[in-house]
């Protein structure tokens, strides 16, 4: 009985598993017909888009050639026009042409009977030489030769005339109108000024003062010259020490400092300190009343304060002896006074007279030329352009924009070269003299040179032989020119050039 059941249940198994077979076959060929009816659709519908794109390509293609066919026929309708175009360029070419080659022999007929004609003016102005030769008695190169001769001894001689005559009237004029401008402006404008040095001397009451400066091991000079940026010197000078240091308003407070310790007797590093400190405000309130007295007496009211006290630094500078302040003073004096004889803007002339120097107060502490210094710093504290102008243009250093700034100029030099007002070392003096003689000796034909008045004139002797008339004219400018450019001094130099001719005969 059990064996039945497990014989039935083994063939229901069998029967089950082929008939599941049978469906899962089914079951397969069911979707792989499915997925070829989906494959054939998709085939389908990629045979009809590829036979759209065909299409569309076939019609822009058609387009295409339509529209290159079109191209092409209106191209070719241009080449056309312009080979017809052409074709008449080149007729009418060919008629200038034809034209052309007609003027052509016409010109080469013209032109023949003009070289016949040269041949015979040739030949006739060869016959002329020939008979002025045999007249004359002279060659033509002879003739040529005493005519040139001749015309440029006349000219040269007209030349030296015309040339000393337009100098004598220029000179004469020119130094009638500056002798009187200037003899009025320096006789209006009376000053003096006092040598100073790049040293200050300090009596002292007994040389037993200088221990007392030197201190123990030497520490109250050191804190002095530390404290005070100077340098002492204590030598063998009896009764008197030295100060020395090249800015003139440090050796100015270092010497009053000195003069009040020597007085009080006290001296040590504190109260050097303190005596120090004291006599630089003091010597401010100096410089500012000094630059307002400058100011005063100069006629420039307005000025600002900062302009003020840069203006009285300069009581203690000094340049070849001459105060710089009261040179100062006496340019904006002598400027005002050439302004108005000329009818210029006084006001001016002498604001930029005053000031003109004002770069020099700074030139240690700022880089630059005086002149540029100056006017920078004038700008700053609004000074007129005209005036700032004239500051930075009173050495040529800028271009003179006005007529007062040429007066500044000239106030100027007047002040620093009238006589007595700087001072220059023995040294330097004989360098300059030299300097003067070398220069002239330089020039070919220069026999000898003499540096006269203190190097104010510089005479120079030719040889009479080398140098003409018109050449020692020249001489006498291309001396005076380099001297210009390769020298630096006050005033003006007159070069003189001698030429002398001796004729020499003896009675037997």
């Given at each position: 009985?059990d064996?039945?059941?497990v014989?039935v249940?083994?063939?229901?198994?069998?029967?089950?598993a082929?008939?599941?077979?049978?469906?899962?076959q089914?079951?397969?060929?069911?979707?792989i017909k499915g997925?070829q009816?989906?494959?054939?659709?998709i085939?389908?519908?990629?045979?009809?888009r590829?036979?759209e794109i065909?299409?569309k390509?076939?019609?822009?293609?058609?387009s295409i050639?339509?529209?290159?066919?079109?191209?092409?026929s209106?191209r070719r309708a241009?080449?056309?026009?312009e080979d017809?175009?052409?074709q008449?360029?080149?007729?009418?070419l060919d008629?200038r042409?034809?034209?052309?080659?007609?003027r052509d022999?016409?010109?080469?007929k013209r032109?023949?009977?003009?070289d016949r004609?040269a041949?015979e003016l040739e030949?006739r102005?060869a016959e002329t030489?020939?008979?002025?030769e045999?007249v004359?008695?002279?060659?033509q190169?002879?003739?040529k030769?005493?005519?040139?001769e001749e015309v440029e001894?006349e000219?040269?001689?007209?030349?030296?005339?015309?040339i000393?005559r337009?100098?004598e009237?220029?000179?004469?004029?020119?130094?009638r109108?500056?002798?009187e401008?200037i003899?009025?402006a320096?006789q209006r404008v009376a000053?003096e000024?006092?040598?100073?040095v790049?040293?200050?001397?300090?009596?002292l009451?007994?040389?037993d003062?200088?221990?007392r400066i030197?201190?123990?091991?030497?520490?109250?000079i050191r804190?002095?010259e530390?404290?005070?940026?100077v340098?002492?010197?204590?030598?063998?000078t009896?009764e008197a020490?030295?100060i020395?240091?090249?800015?003139?308003?440090?050796r100015?407070v270092?010497?009053?400092s000195m003069?009040?310790?020597v007085l009080d007797?006290r001296?040590?590093?504190a109260?050097i300190e303190k005596?120090?400190?004291q006599?630089?405000?003091?010597v401010?309130?100096?410089?500012?009343?000094?630059?307002?007295?400058?100011?005063?007496e100069?006629?420039?009211?307005?000025l600002h304060?900062?302009?003020i006290?840069k203006l009285?630094?300069?009581?203690?500078?000094t340049s070849?002896g001459?105060?710089?302040l009261a040179?100062a003073?006496?340019t904006?004096?002598l400027?005002g006074?050439?302004?108005?004889?000329l009818?210029a803007?006084?006001?001016?002339s002498?604001?930029?007279?005053?000031?003109?120097?004002?770069?020099?107060?700074m030139?240690?502490e700022?880089?630059?030329t005086?002149a540029?210094i100056?006017?920078d710093?004038?700008?700053r504290y609004?000074i007129s352009?005209?005036?700032?102008?004239?500051?930075a243009s009173?050495?040529?250093e800028?271009?003179q924009?006005?007529?007062?700034?040429?007066?500044?100029?000239?106030?100027?030099?007047?002040?620093?070269?009238?006589?007595?007002a700087?001072r220059?070392?023995l040294?330097?003096y004989?360098?300059?003299?030299?300097?003067?003689?070398?220069i002239?000796?330089?020039?070919?034909?220069?026999?000898?040179s003499y540096?006269?008045?203190?190097?104010?004139e510089?005479?120079?002797i030719?040889v009479?032989e080398?140098?003409?008339?018109l050449?020692?004219?020249?001489?006498?400018?291309?001396v005076?020119k380099k001297?210009?450019?390769?020298?630096q001094?006050p005033g003006?130099?007159?070069?003189?050039?001698i030429?002398e001719t001796r004729?020499v005969d003896?009675?037997?």
């Open positions: 009985m064996i039945t059941w014989i249940f083994v063939i229901g198994l069998l029967a089950g082929v008939i599941g077979y049978f469906l899962r089914l079951q397969i060929e069911r979707h997925r009816a989906e494959a054939d659709r085939l389908e519908e990629a045979r009809a590829v036979r065909e299409l390509t076939r019609d822009q293609a058609l050639r339509d529209e290159a066919e079109a191209d092409v209106r241009e080449l056309a026009k017809d175009r052409l008449r360029r080149r007729a009418s008629k042409f034809e034209q052309i080659e007609k022999q016409i010109l080469n032109q023949s009977a003009i004609r041949n030949k102005h030489l020939v008979e002025l045999r004359s008695s002279m060659t190169e002879e003739a030769a005493q005519l040139l001894g000219a040269r001689a007209d030349m030296v005339r015309v000393r337009i100098e009237e220029a000179q004469v004029e020119g130094e109108k500056a002798r401008l003899a009025d320096i000053s000024h006092v040598a100073e790049t040293v200050s001397v300090v009596s009451p007994s040389d003062m200088k221990g030197i201190g123990r091991n030497g520490r109250n804190a002095f530390q404290a005070a940026g340098d002492v010197v204590v030598d063998d009896p020490v030295t020395s240091c090249f800015d003139p308003v440090r100015e270092a010497r009053r003069e009040k310790l007797g001296i040590h590093p109260h005596i120090l400190n006599v630089r405000d003091e401010e309130r100096v410089m500012v009343e000094e630059g307002e007295r400058a100011a005063f100069a006629g420039v009211p307005g304060h900062e302009i006290k009285g630094r300069l009581k203690f500078r070849y001459q105060n710089q040179h003073i006496e904006a004096q400027a006074v050439i302004a108005a004889e009818g803007d006084t006001e001016a002498k604001a930029g007279g005053l000031l003109h120097d004002l770069g020099k107060a030139d240690h700022v880089e630059g005086h540029a100056g006017a710093f004038s700008r609004r352009p005209k005036v700032v102008n004239i500051i009173h050495h040529r800028v271009e924009e006005s007529v007062e700034a040429v007066i500044v100029e000239a106030a100027d030099a007047i002040s620093g070269a009238r006589p007595g700087r220059e070392s040294e330097h004989l360098k300059r003299i030299r300097a003067l003689e070398e002239a000796n330089s020039f070919t034909g220069v026999s000898q540096a006269l008045q203190a190097g104010r510089i005479r120079v030719v009479p080398d140098i003409d008339d050449d020692a004219t020249r001489l006498a400018r291309s005076a001297i210009e450019e390769g020298m001094y003006q130099i007159k070069v003189t050039v030429r004729a003896y009675a037997k």
